[in-house]
C-alpha cells in the first residue's frame, strides 16, 4: 500500500546520492546506526540523520557515497513492495551542517516546522490544514461550550489515546467509555506502541474528550490526549501485523449512543456511573453491590426504579475503576438484558 515508485523523476534527481526514507509506525529504539547498517548493504554509506519521528512516521535522510550505490538501495527497497517503508530521492541536498553520523538529533523539515505551533505533539504535526476546519453544528448546553485554548490548539475528529496499556484491552473496551461523548467513527488500537486512534463524527465532540478527559488513569496507566490527522486511522489499515481484528472497530447507527436527531449532553468521565435496562429482578442494591465489587470498592447503590424502568446509580471508589467498569461491562448480559452504562451528574 505505501511501496513507492517515482515515474518520470528529472535526470538530476536520478544522479542523486541522497535517499528519503519513509517509516509507518516506527519502532521507538531506531537511531542512525541501524540504518547505516540497513543501507551499507547497498553500497557506501557517508551519513545519516533522523529528520522527524513520531507514533505514525519516521523519516530518515541517507547520504550514500555515490549515484551508484542511491540507485542500487532505491531499486531493492522499491521492489521490496512493503507497506512499513518507503524510499524516494530527496530533492533538496543541502544539508544542515548538524548533520553527523551516529549522533541522534531528532528535527523537523521545512514543511513539518511551519507547523510546529499549531499542534500540541508531534503526532499532530502529520495534520493537514484542510482538515481542521469545524464541521459539527451540535449545540451544547451553556455549561459545556468549550472554551478555545490560549495555545491555539488546531483540533480534528480524530484523537490519539497516548500511554494506553492494560490486560486483554480491545477497540470495543475504548469504544465503550469514549462513545460517552459522542458518535464514533472508527476505532484502532496500536497495542505494540501502546496507543490508540478514534475517530468522531463531529469535531466537538472530539474536542470535548480534549478538554475532560487529559492524564485520566486508564487500567495501568495515564492517557495523554492529542489531535491527529483525519485519515490517520486509514493510513494503517492493511497493516495487519500493527493490529488484530478486534482491535478495529467500525461505528454505525445501530451502535451510536446519541440520536443525531436530538440535542447532546455530553458529560465528563465520574465515578458515579449510571446503570440502565435492567430486570426488575436485577435492579436491586444487593444485585449491584456484588457484580460491581468484582472491579473495585463499591461506595454506593442507589435504585431509580419506577413502574415500566429499572435503574441504579453506582459509585465506585475512584474514577479510574469506574473506567474499567464501563470499559468491561458496558452492554453485557445480566439476567438476559444487555446493561447500559453511562457516566452521570448526579449525586449519591
Known amino acids: 500500500m505505501f511501496s513507492y515508485s517515482s515515474p518520470n523523476l528529472p535526470e538530476t534527481l536520478h544522479n542523486s546520492q541522497f535517499l ?34 513520531s507514533l505514525m512516521e519516521c523519516r530518515v535522510l541517507v547520504q550514500m557515497a555515490n549515484t551508484e550505490s542511491a540507485q542500487n538501495a532505491k ?23 548538524s548533520f553527523t553520523m551516529g549522533s541522534y538529533e531528532t528535527i523537523q523539515d521545512i514543511k513539518v516546522s511551519t507547523l510546529k505551533n499549531k499542534h500540541s505533539t508531534s503526532l499532530n504535526e502529520l495534520i493537514n490544514d484542510a482538515d481542521s476546519k469545524p464541521q ?20 480534528t475528529k480524530t484523537l490519539c489515546l497516548n500511554g494506553i496499556q492494560g490486560k ?24 505494540l506502541k501502546n496507543f490508540a486512534l478514534i475517530k468522531y463524527l463531529k469535531e466537538d465532540q472530539a474536542y470535548f474528550v480534549y478538554q475532560n478527559c487529559q492524564n485520566i488513569q486508564f487500567f495501568e496507566s495515564n492517557l495523554t490526549i492529542t489531535f491527529a490527522a483525519d485519515d490517520s486511522i486509514d493510513k494503517l489499515i492493511g497493516l495487519d501485523t500493527l493490529y488484530k481484528e478486534q482491535d478495529y472497530y467500525i461505528g454505525s447507527e445501530d451502535t451510536d449512543r446519541f ?24 435492579s436491586n442494591a444487593e444485585t449491584m453491590w456484588d457484580i460491581f465489587s468484582e472491579y473495585g470498592i463499591v461506595e454506593a447503590v442507589k435504585v431509580l426504579n419506577s413502574q415500566f424502568k429499572f435503574m441504579c446509580l453506582v459509585k465506585m471508589e475512584s474514577l479510574k475503576q469506574a473506567l474499567e467498569v464501563m470499559a468491561l461491562m458496558h452492554n453485557q448480559e445480566i439476567d438476559g438484558r444487555n446493561i447500559q452504562i453511562s457516566f452521570t451528574k448526579a449525586k449519591i
Not at 75 to 97: E, R
Not at 259 to 282: D, E, F, T
Open 20 to 53: 528519503l526514507l519513509t517509516l509507518t509506525a516506527p519502532t521507538s529504539n531506531l537511531n542512525p546506526e541501524y540504518f547505516s547498517s540497513l543501507m551499507n548493504q547497498y553500497g557506501p554509506v557517508l551519513q545519516v540523520k533522523i529528520m522527524y519521528r
Open 75 to 97: 531499486k531493492a527497497l522499491d521492489q521490496l513492495s512493503s507497506n512499513f517503508i518507503k524510499c524516494s530521492y530527496y530533492q533538496d541536498n543541502k544539508i544542515h551542517s
Open 136 to 155: 459539527s453544528a451540535t449545540v451544547l448546553p451553556t455549561s459545556q461550550r468549550l472554551i478555545p485554548s490560549s495555545k491555539n490548539i488546531q483540533s
Open 168 to 191: 486483554n484491552l480491545d477497540a470495543l473496551n475504548i469504544y465503550n467509555i469514549f462513545s460517552n461523548f459522542g458518535n464514533i467513527d472508527k476505532i484502532i488500537l496500536i497495542n
Open 259 to 282: 440520536n443525531a436527531n436530538n440535542k447532546m449532553i455530553l458529560l465528563p468521565p465520574s465515578s458515579v456511573l449510571h446503570i440502565s435496562n435492567l430486570k426488575k429482578v436485577s
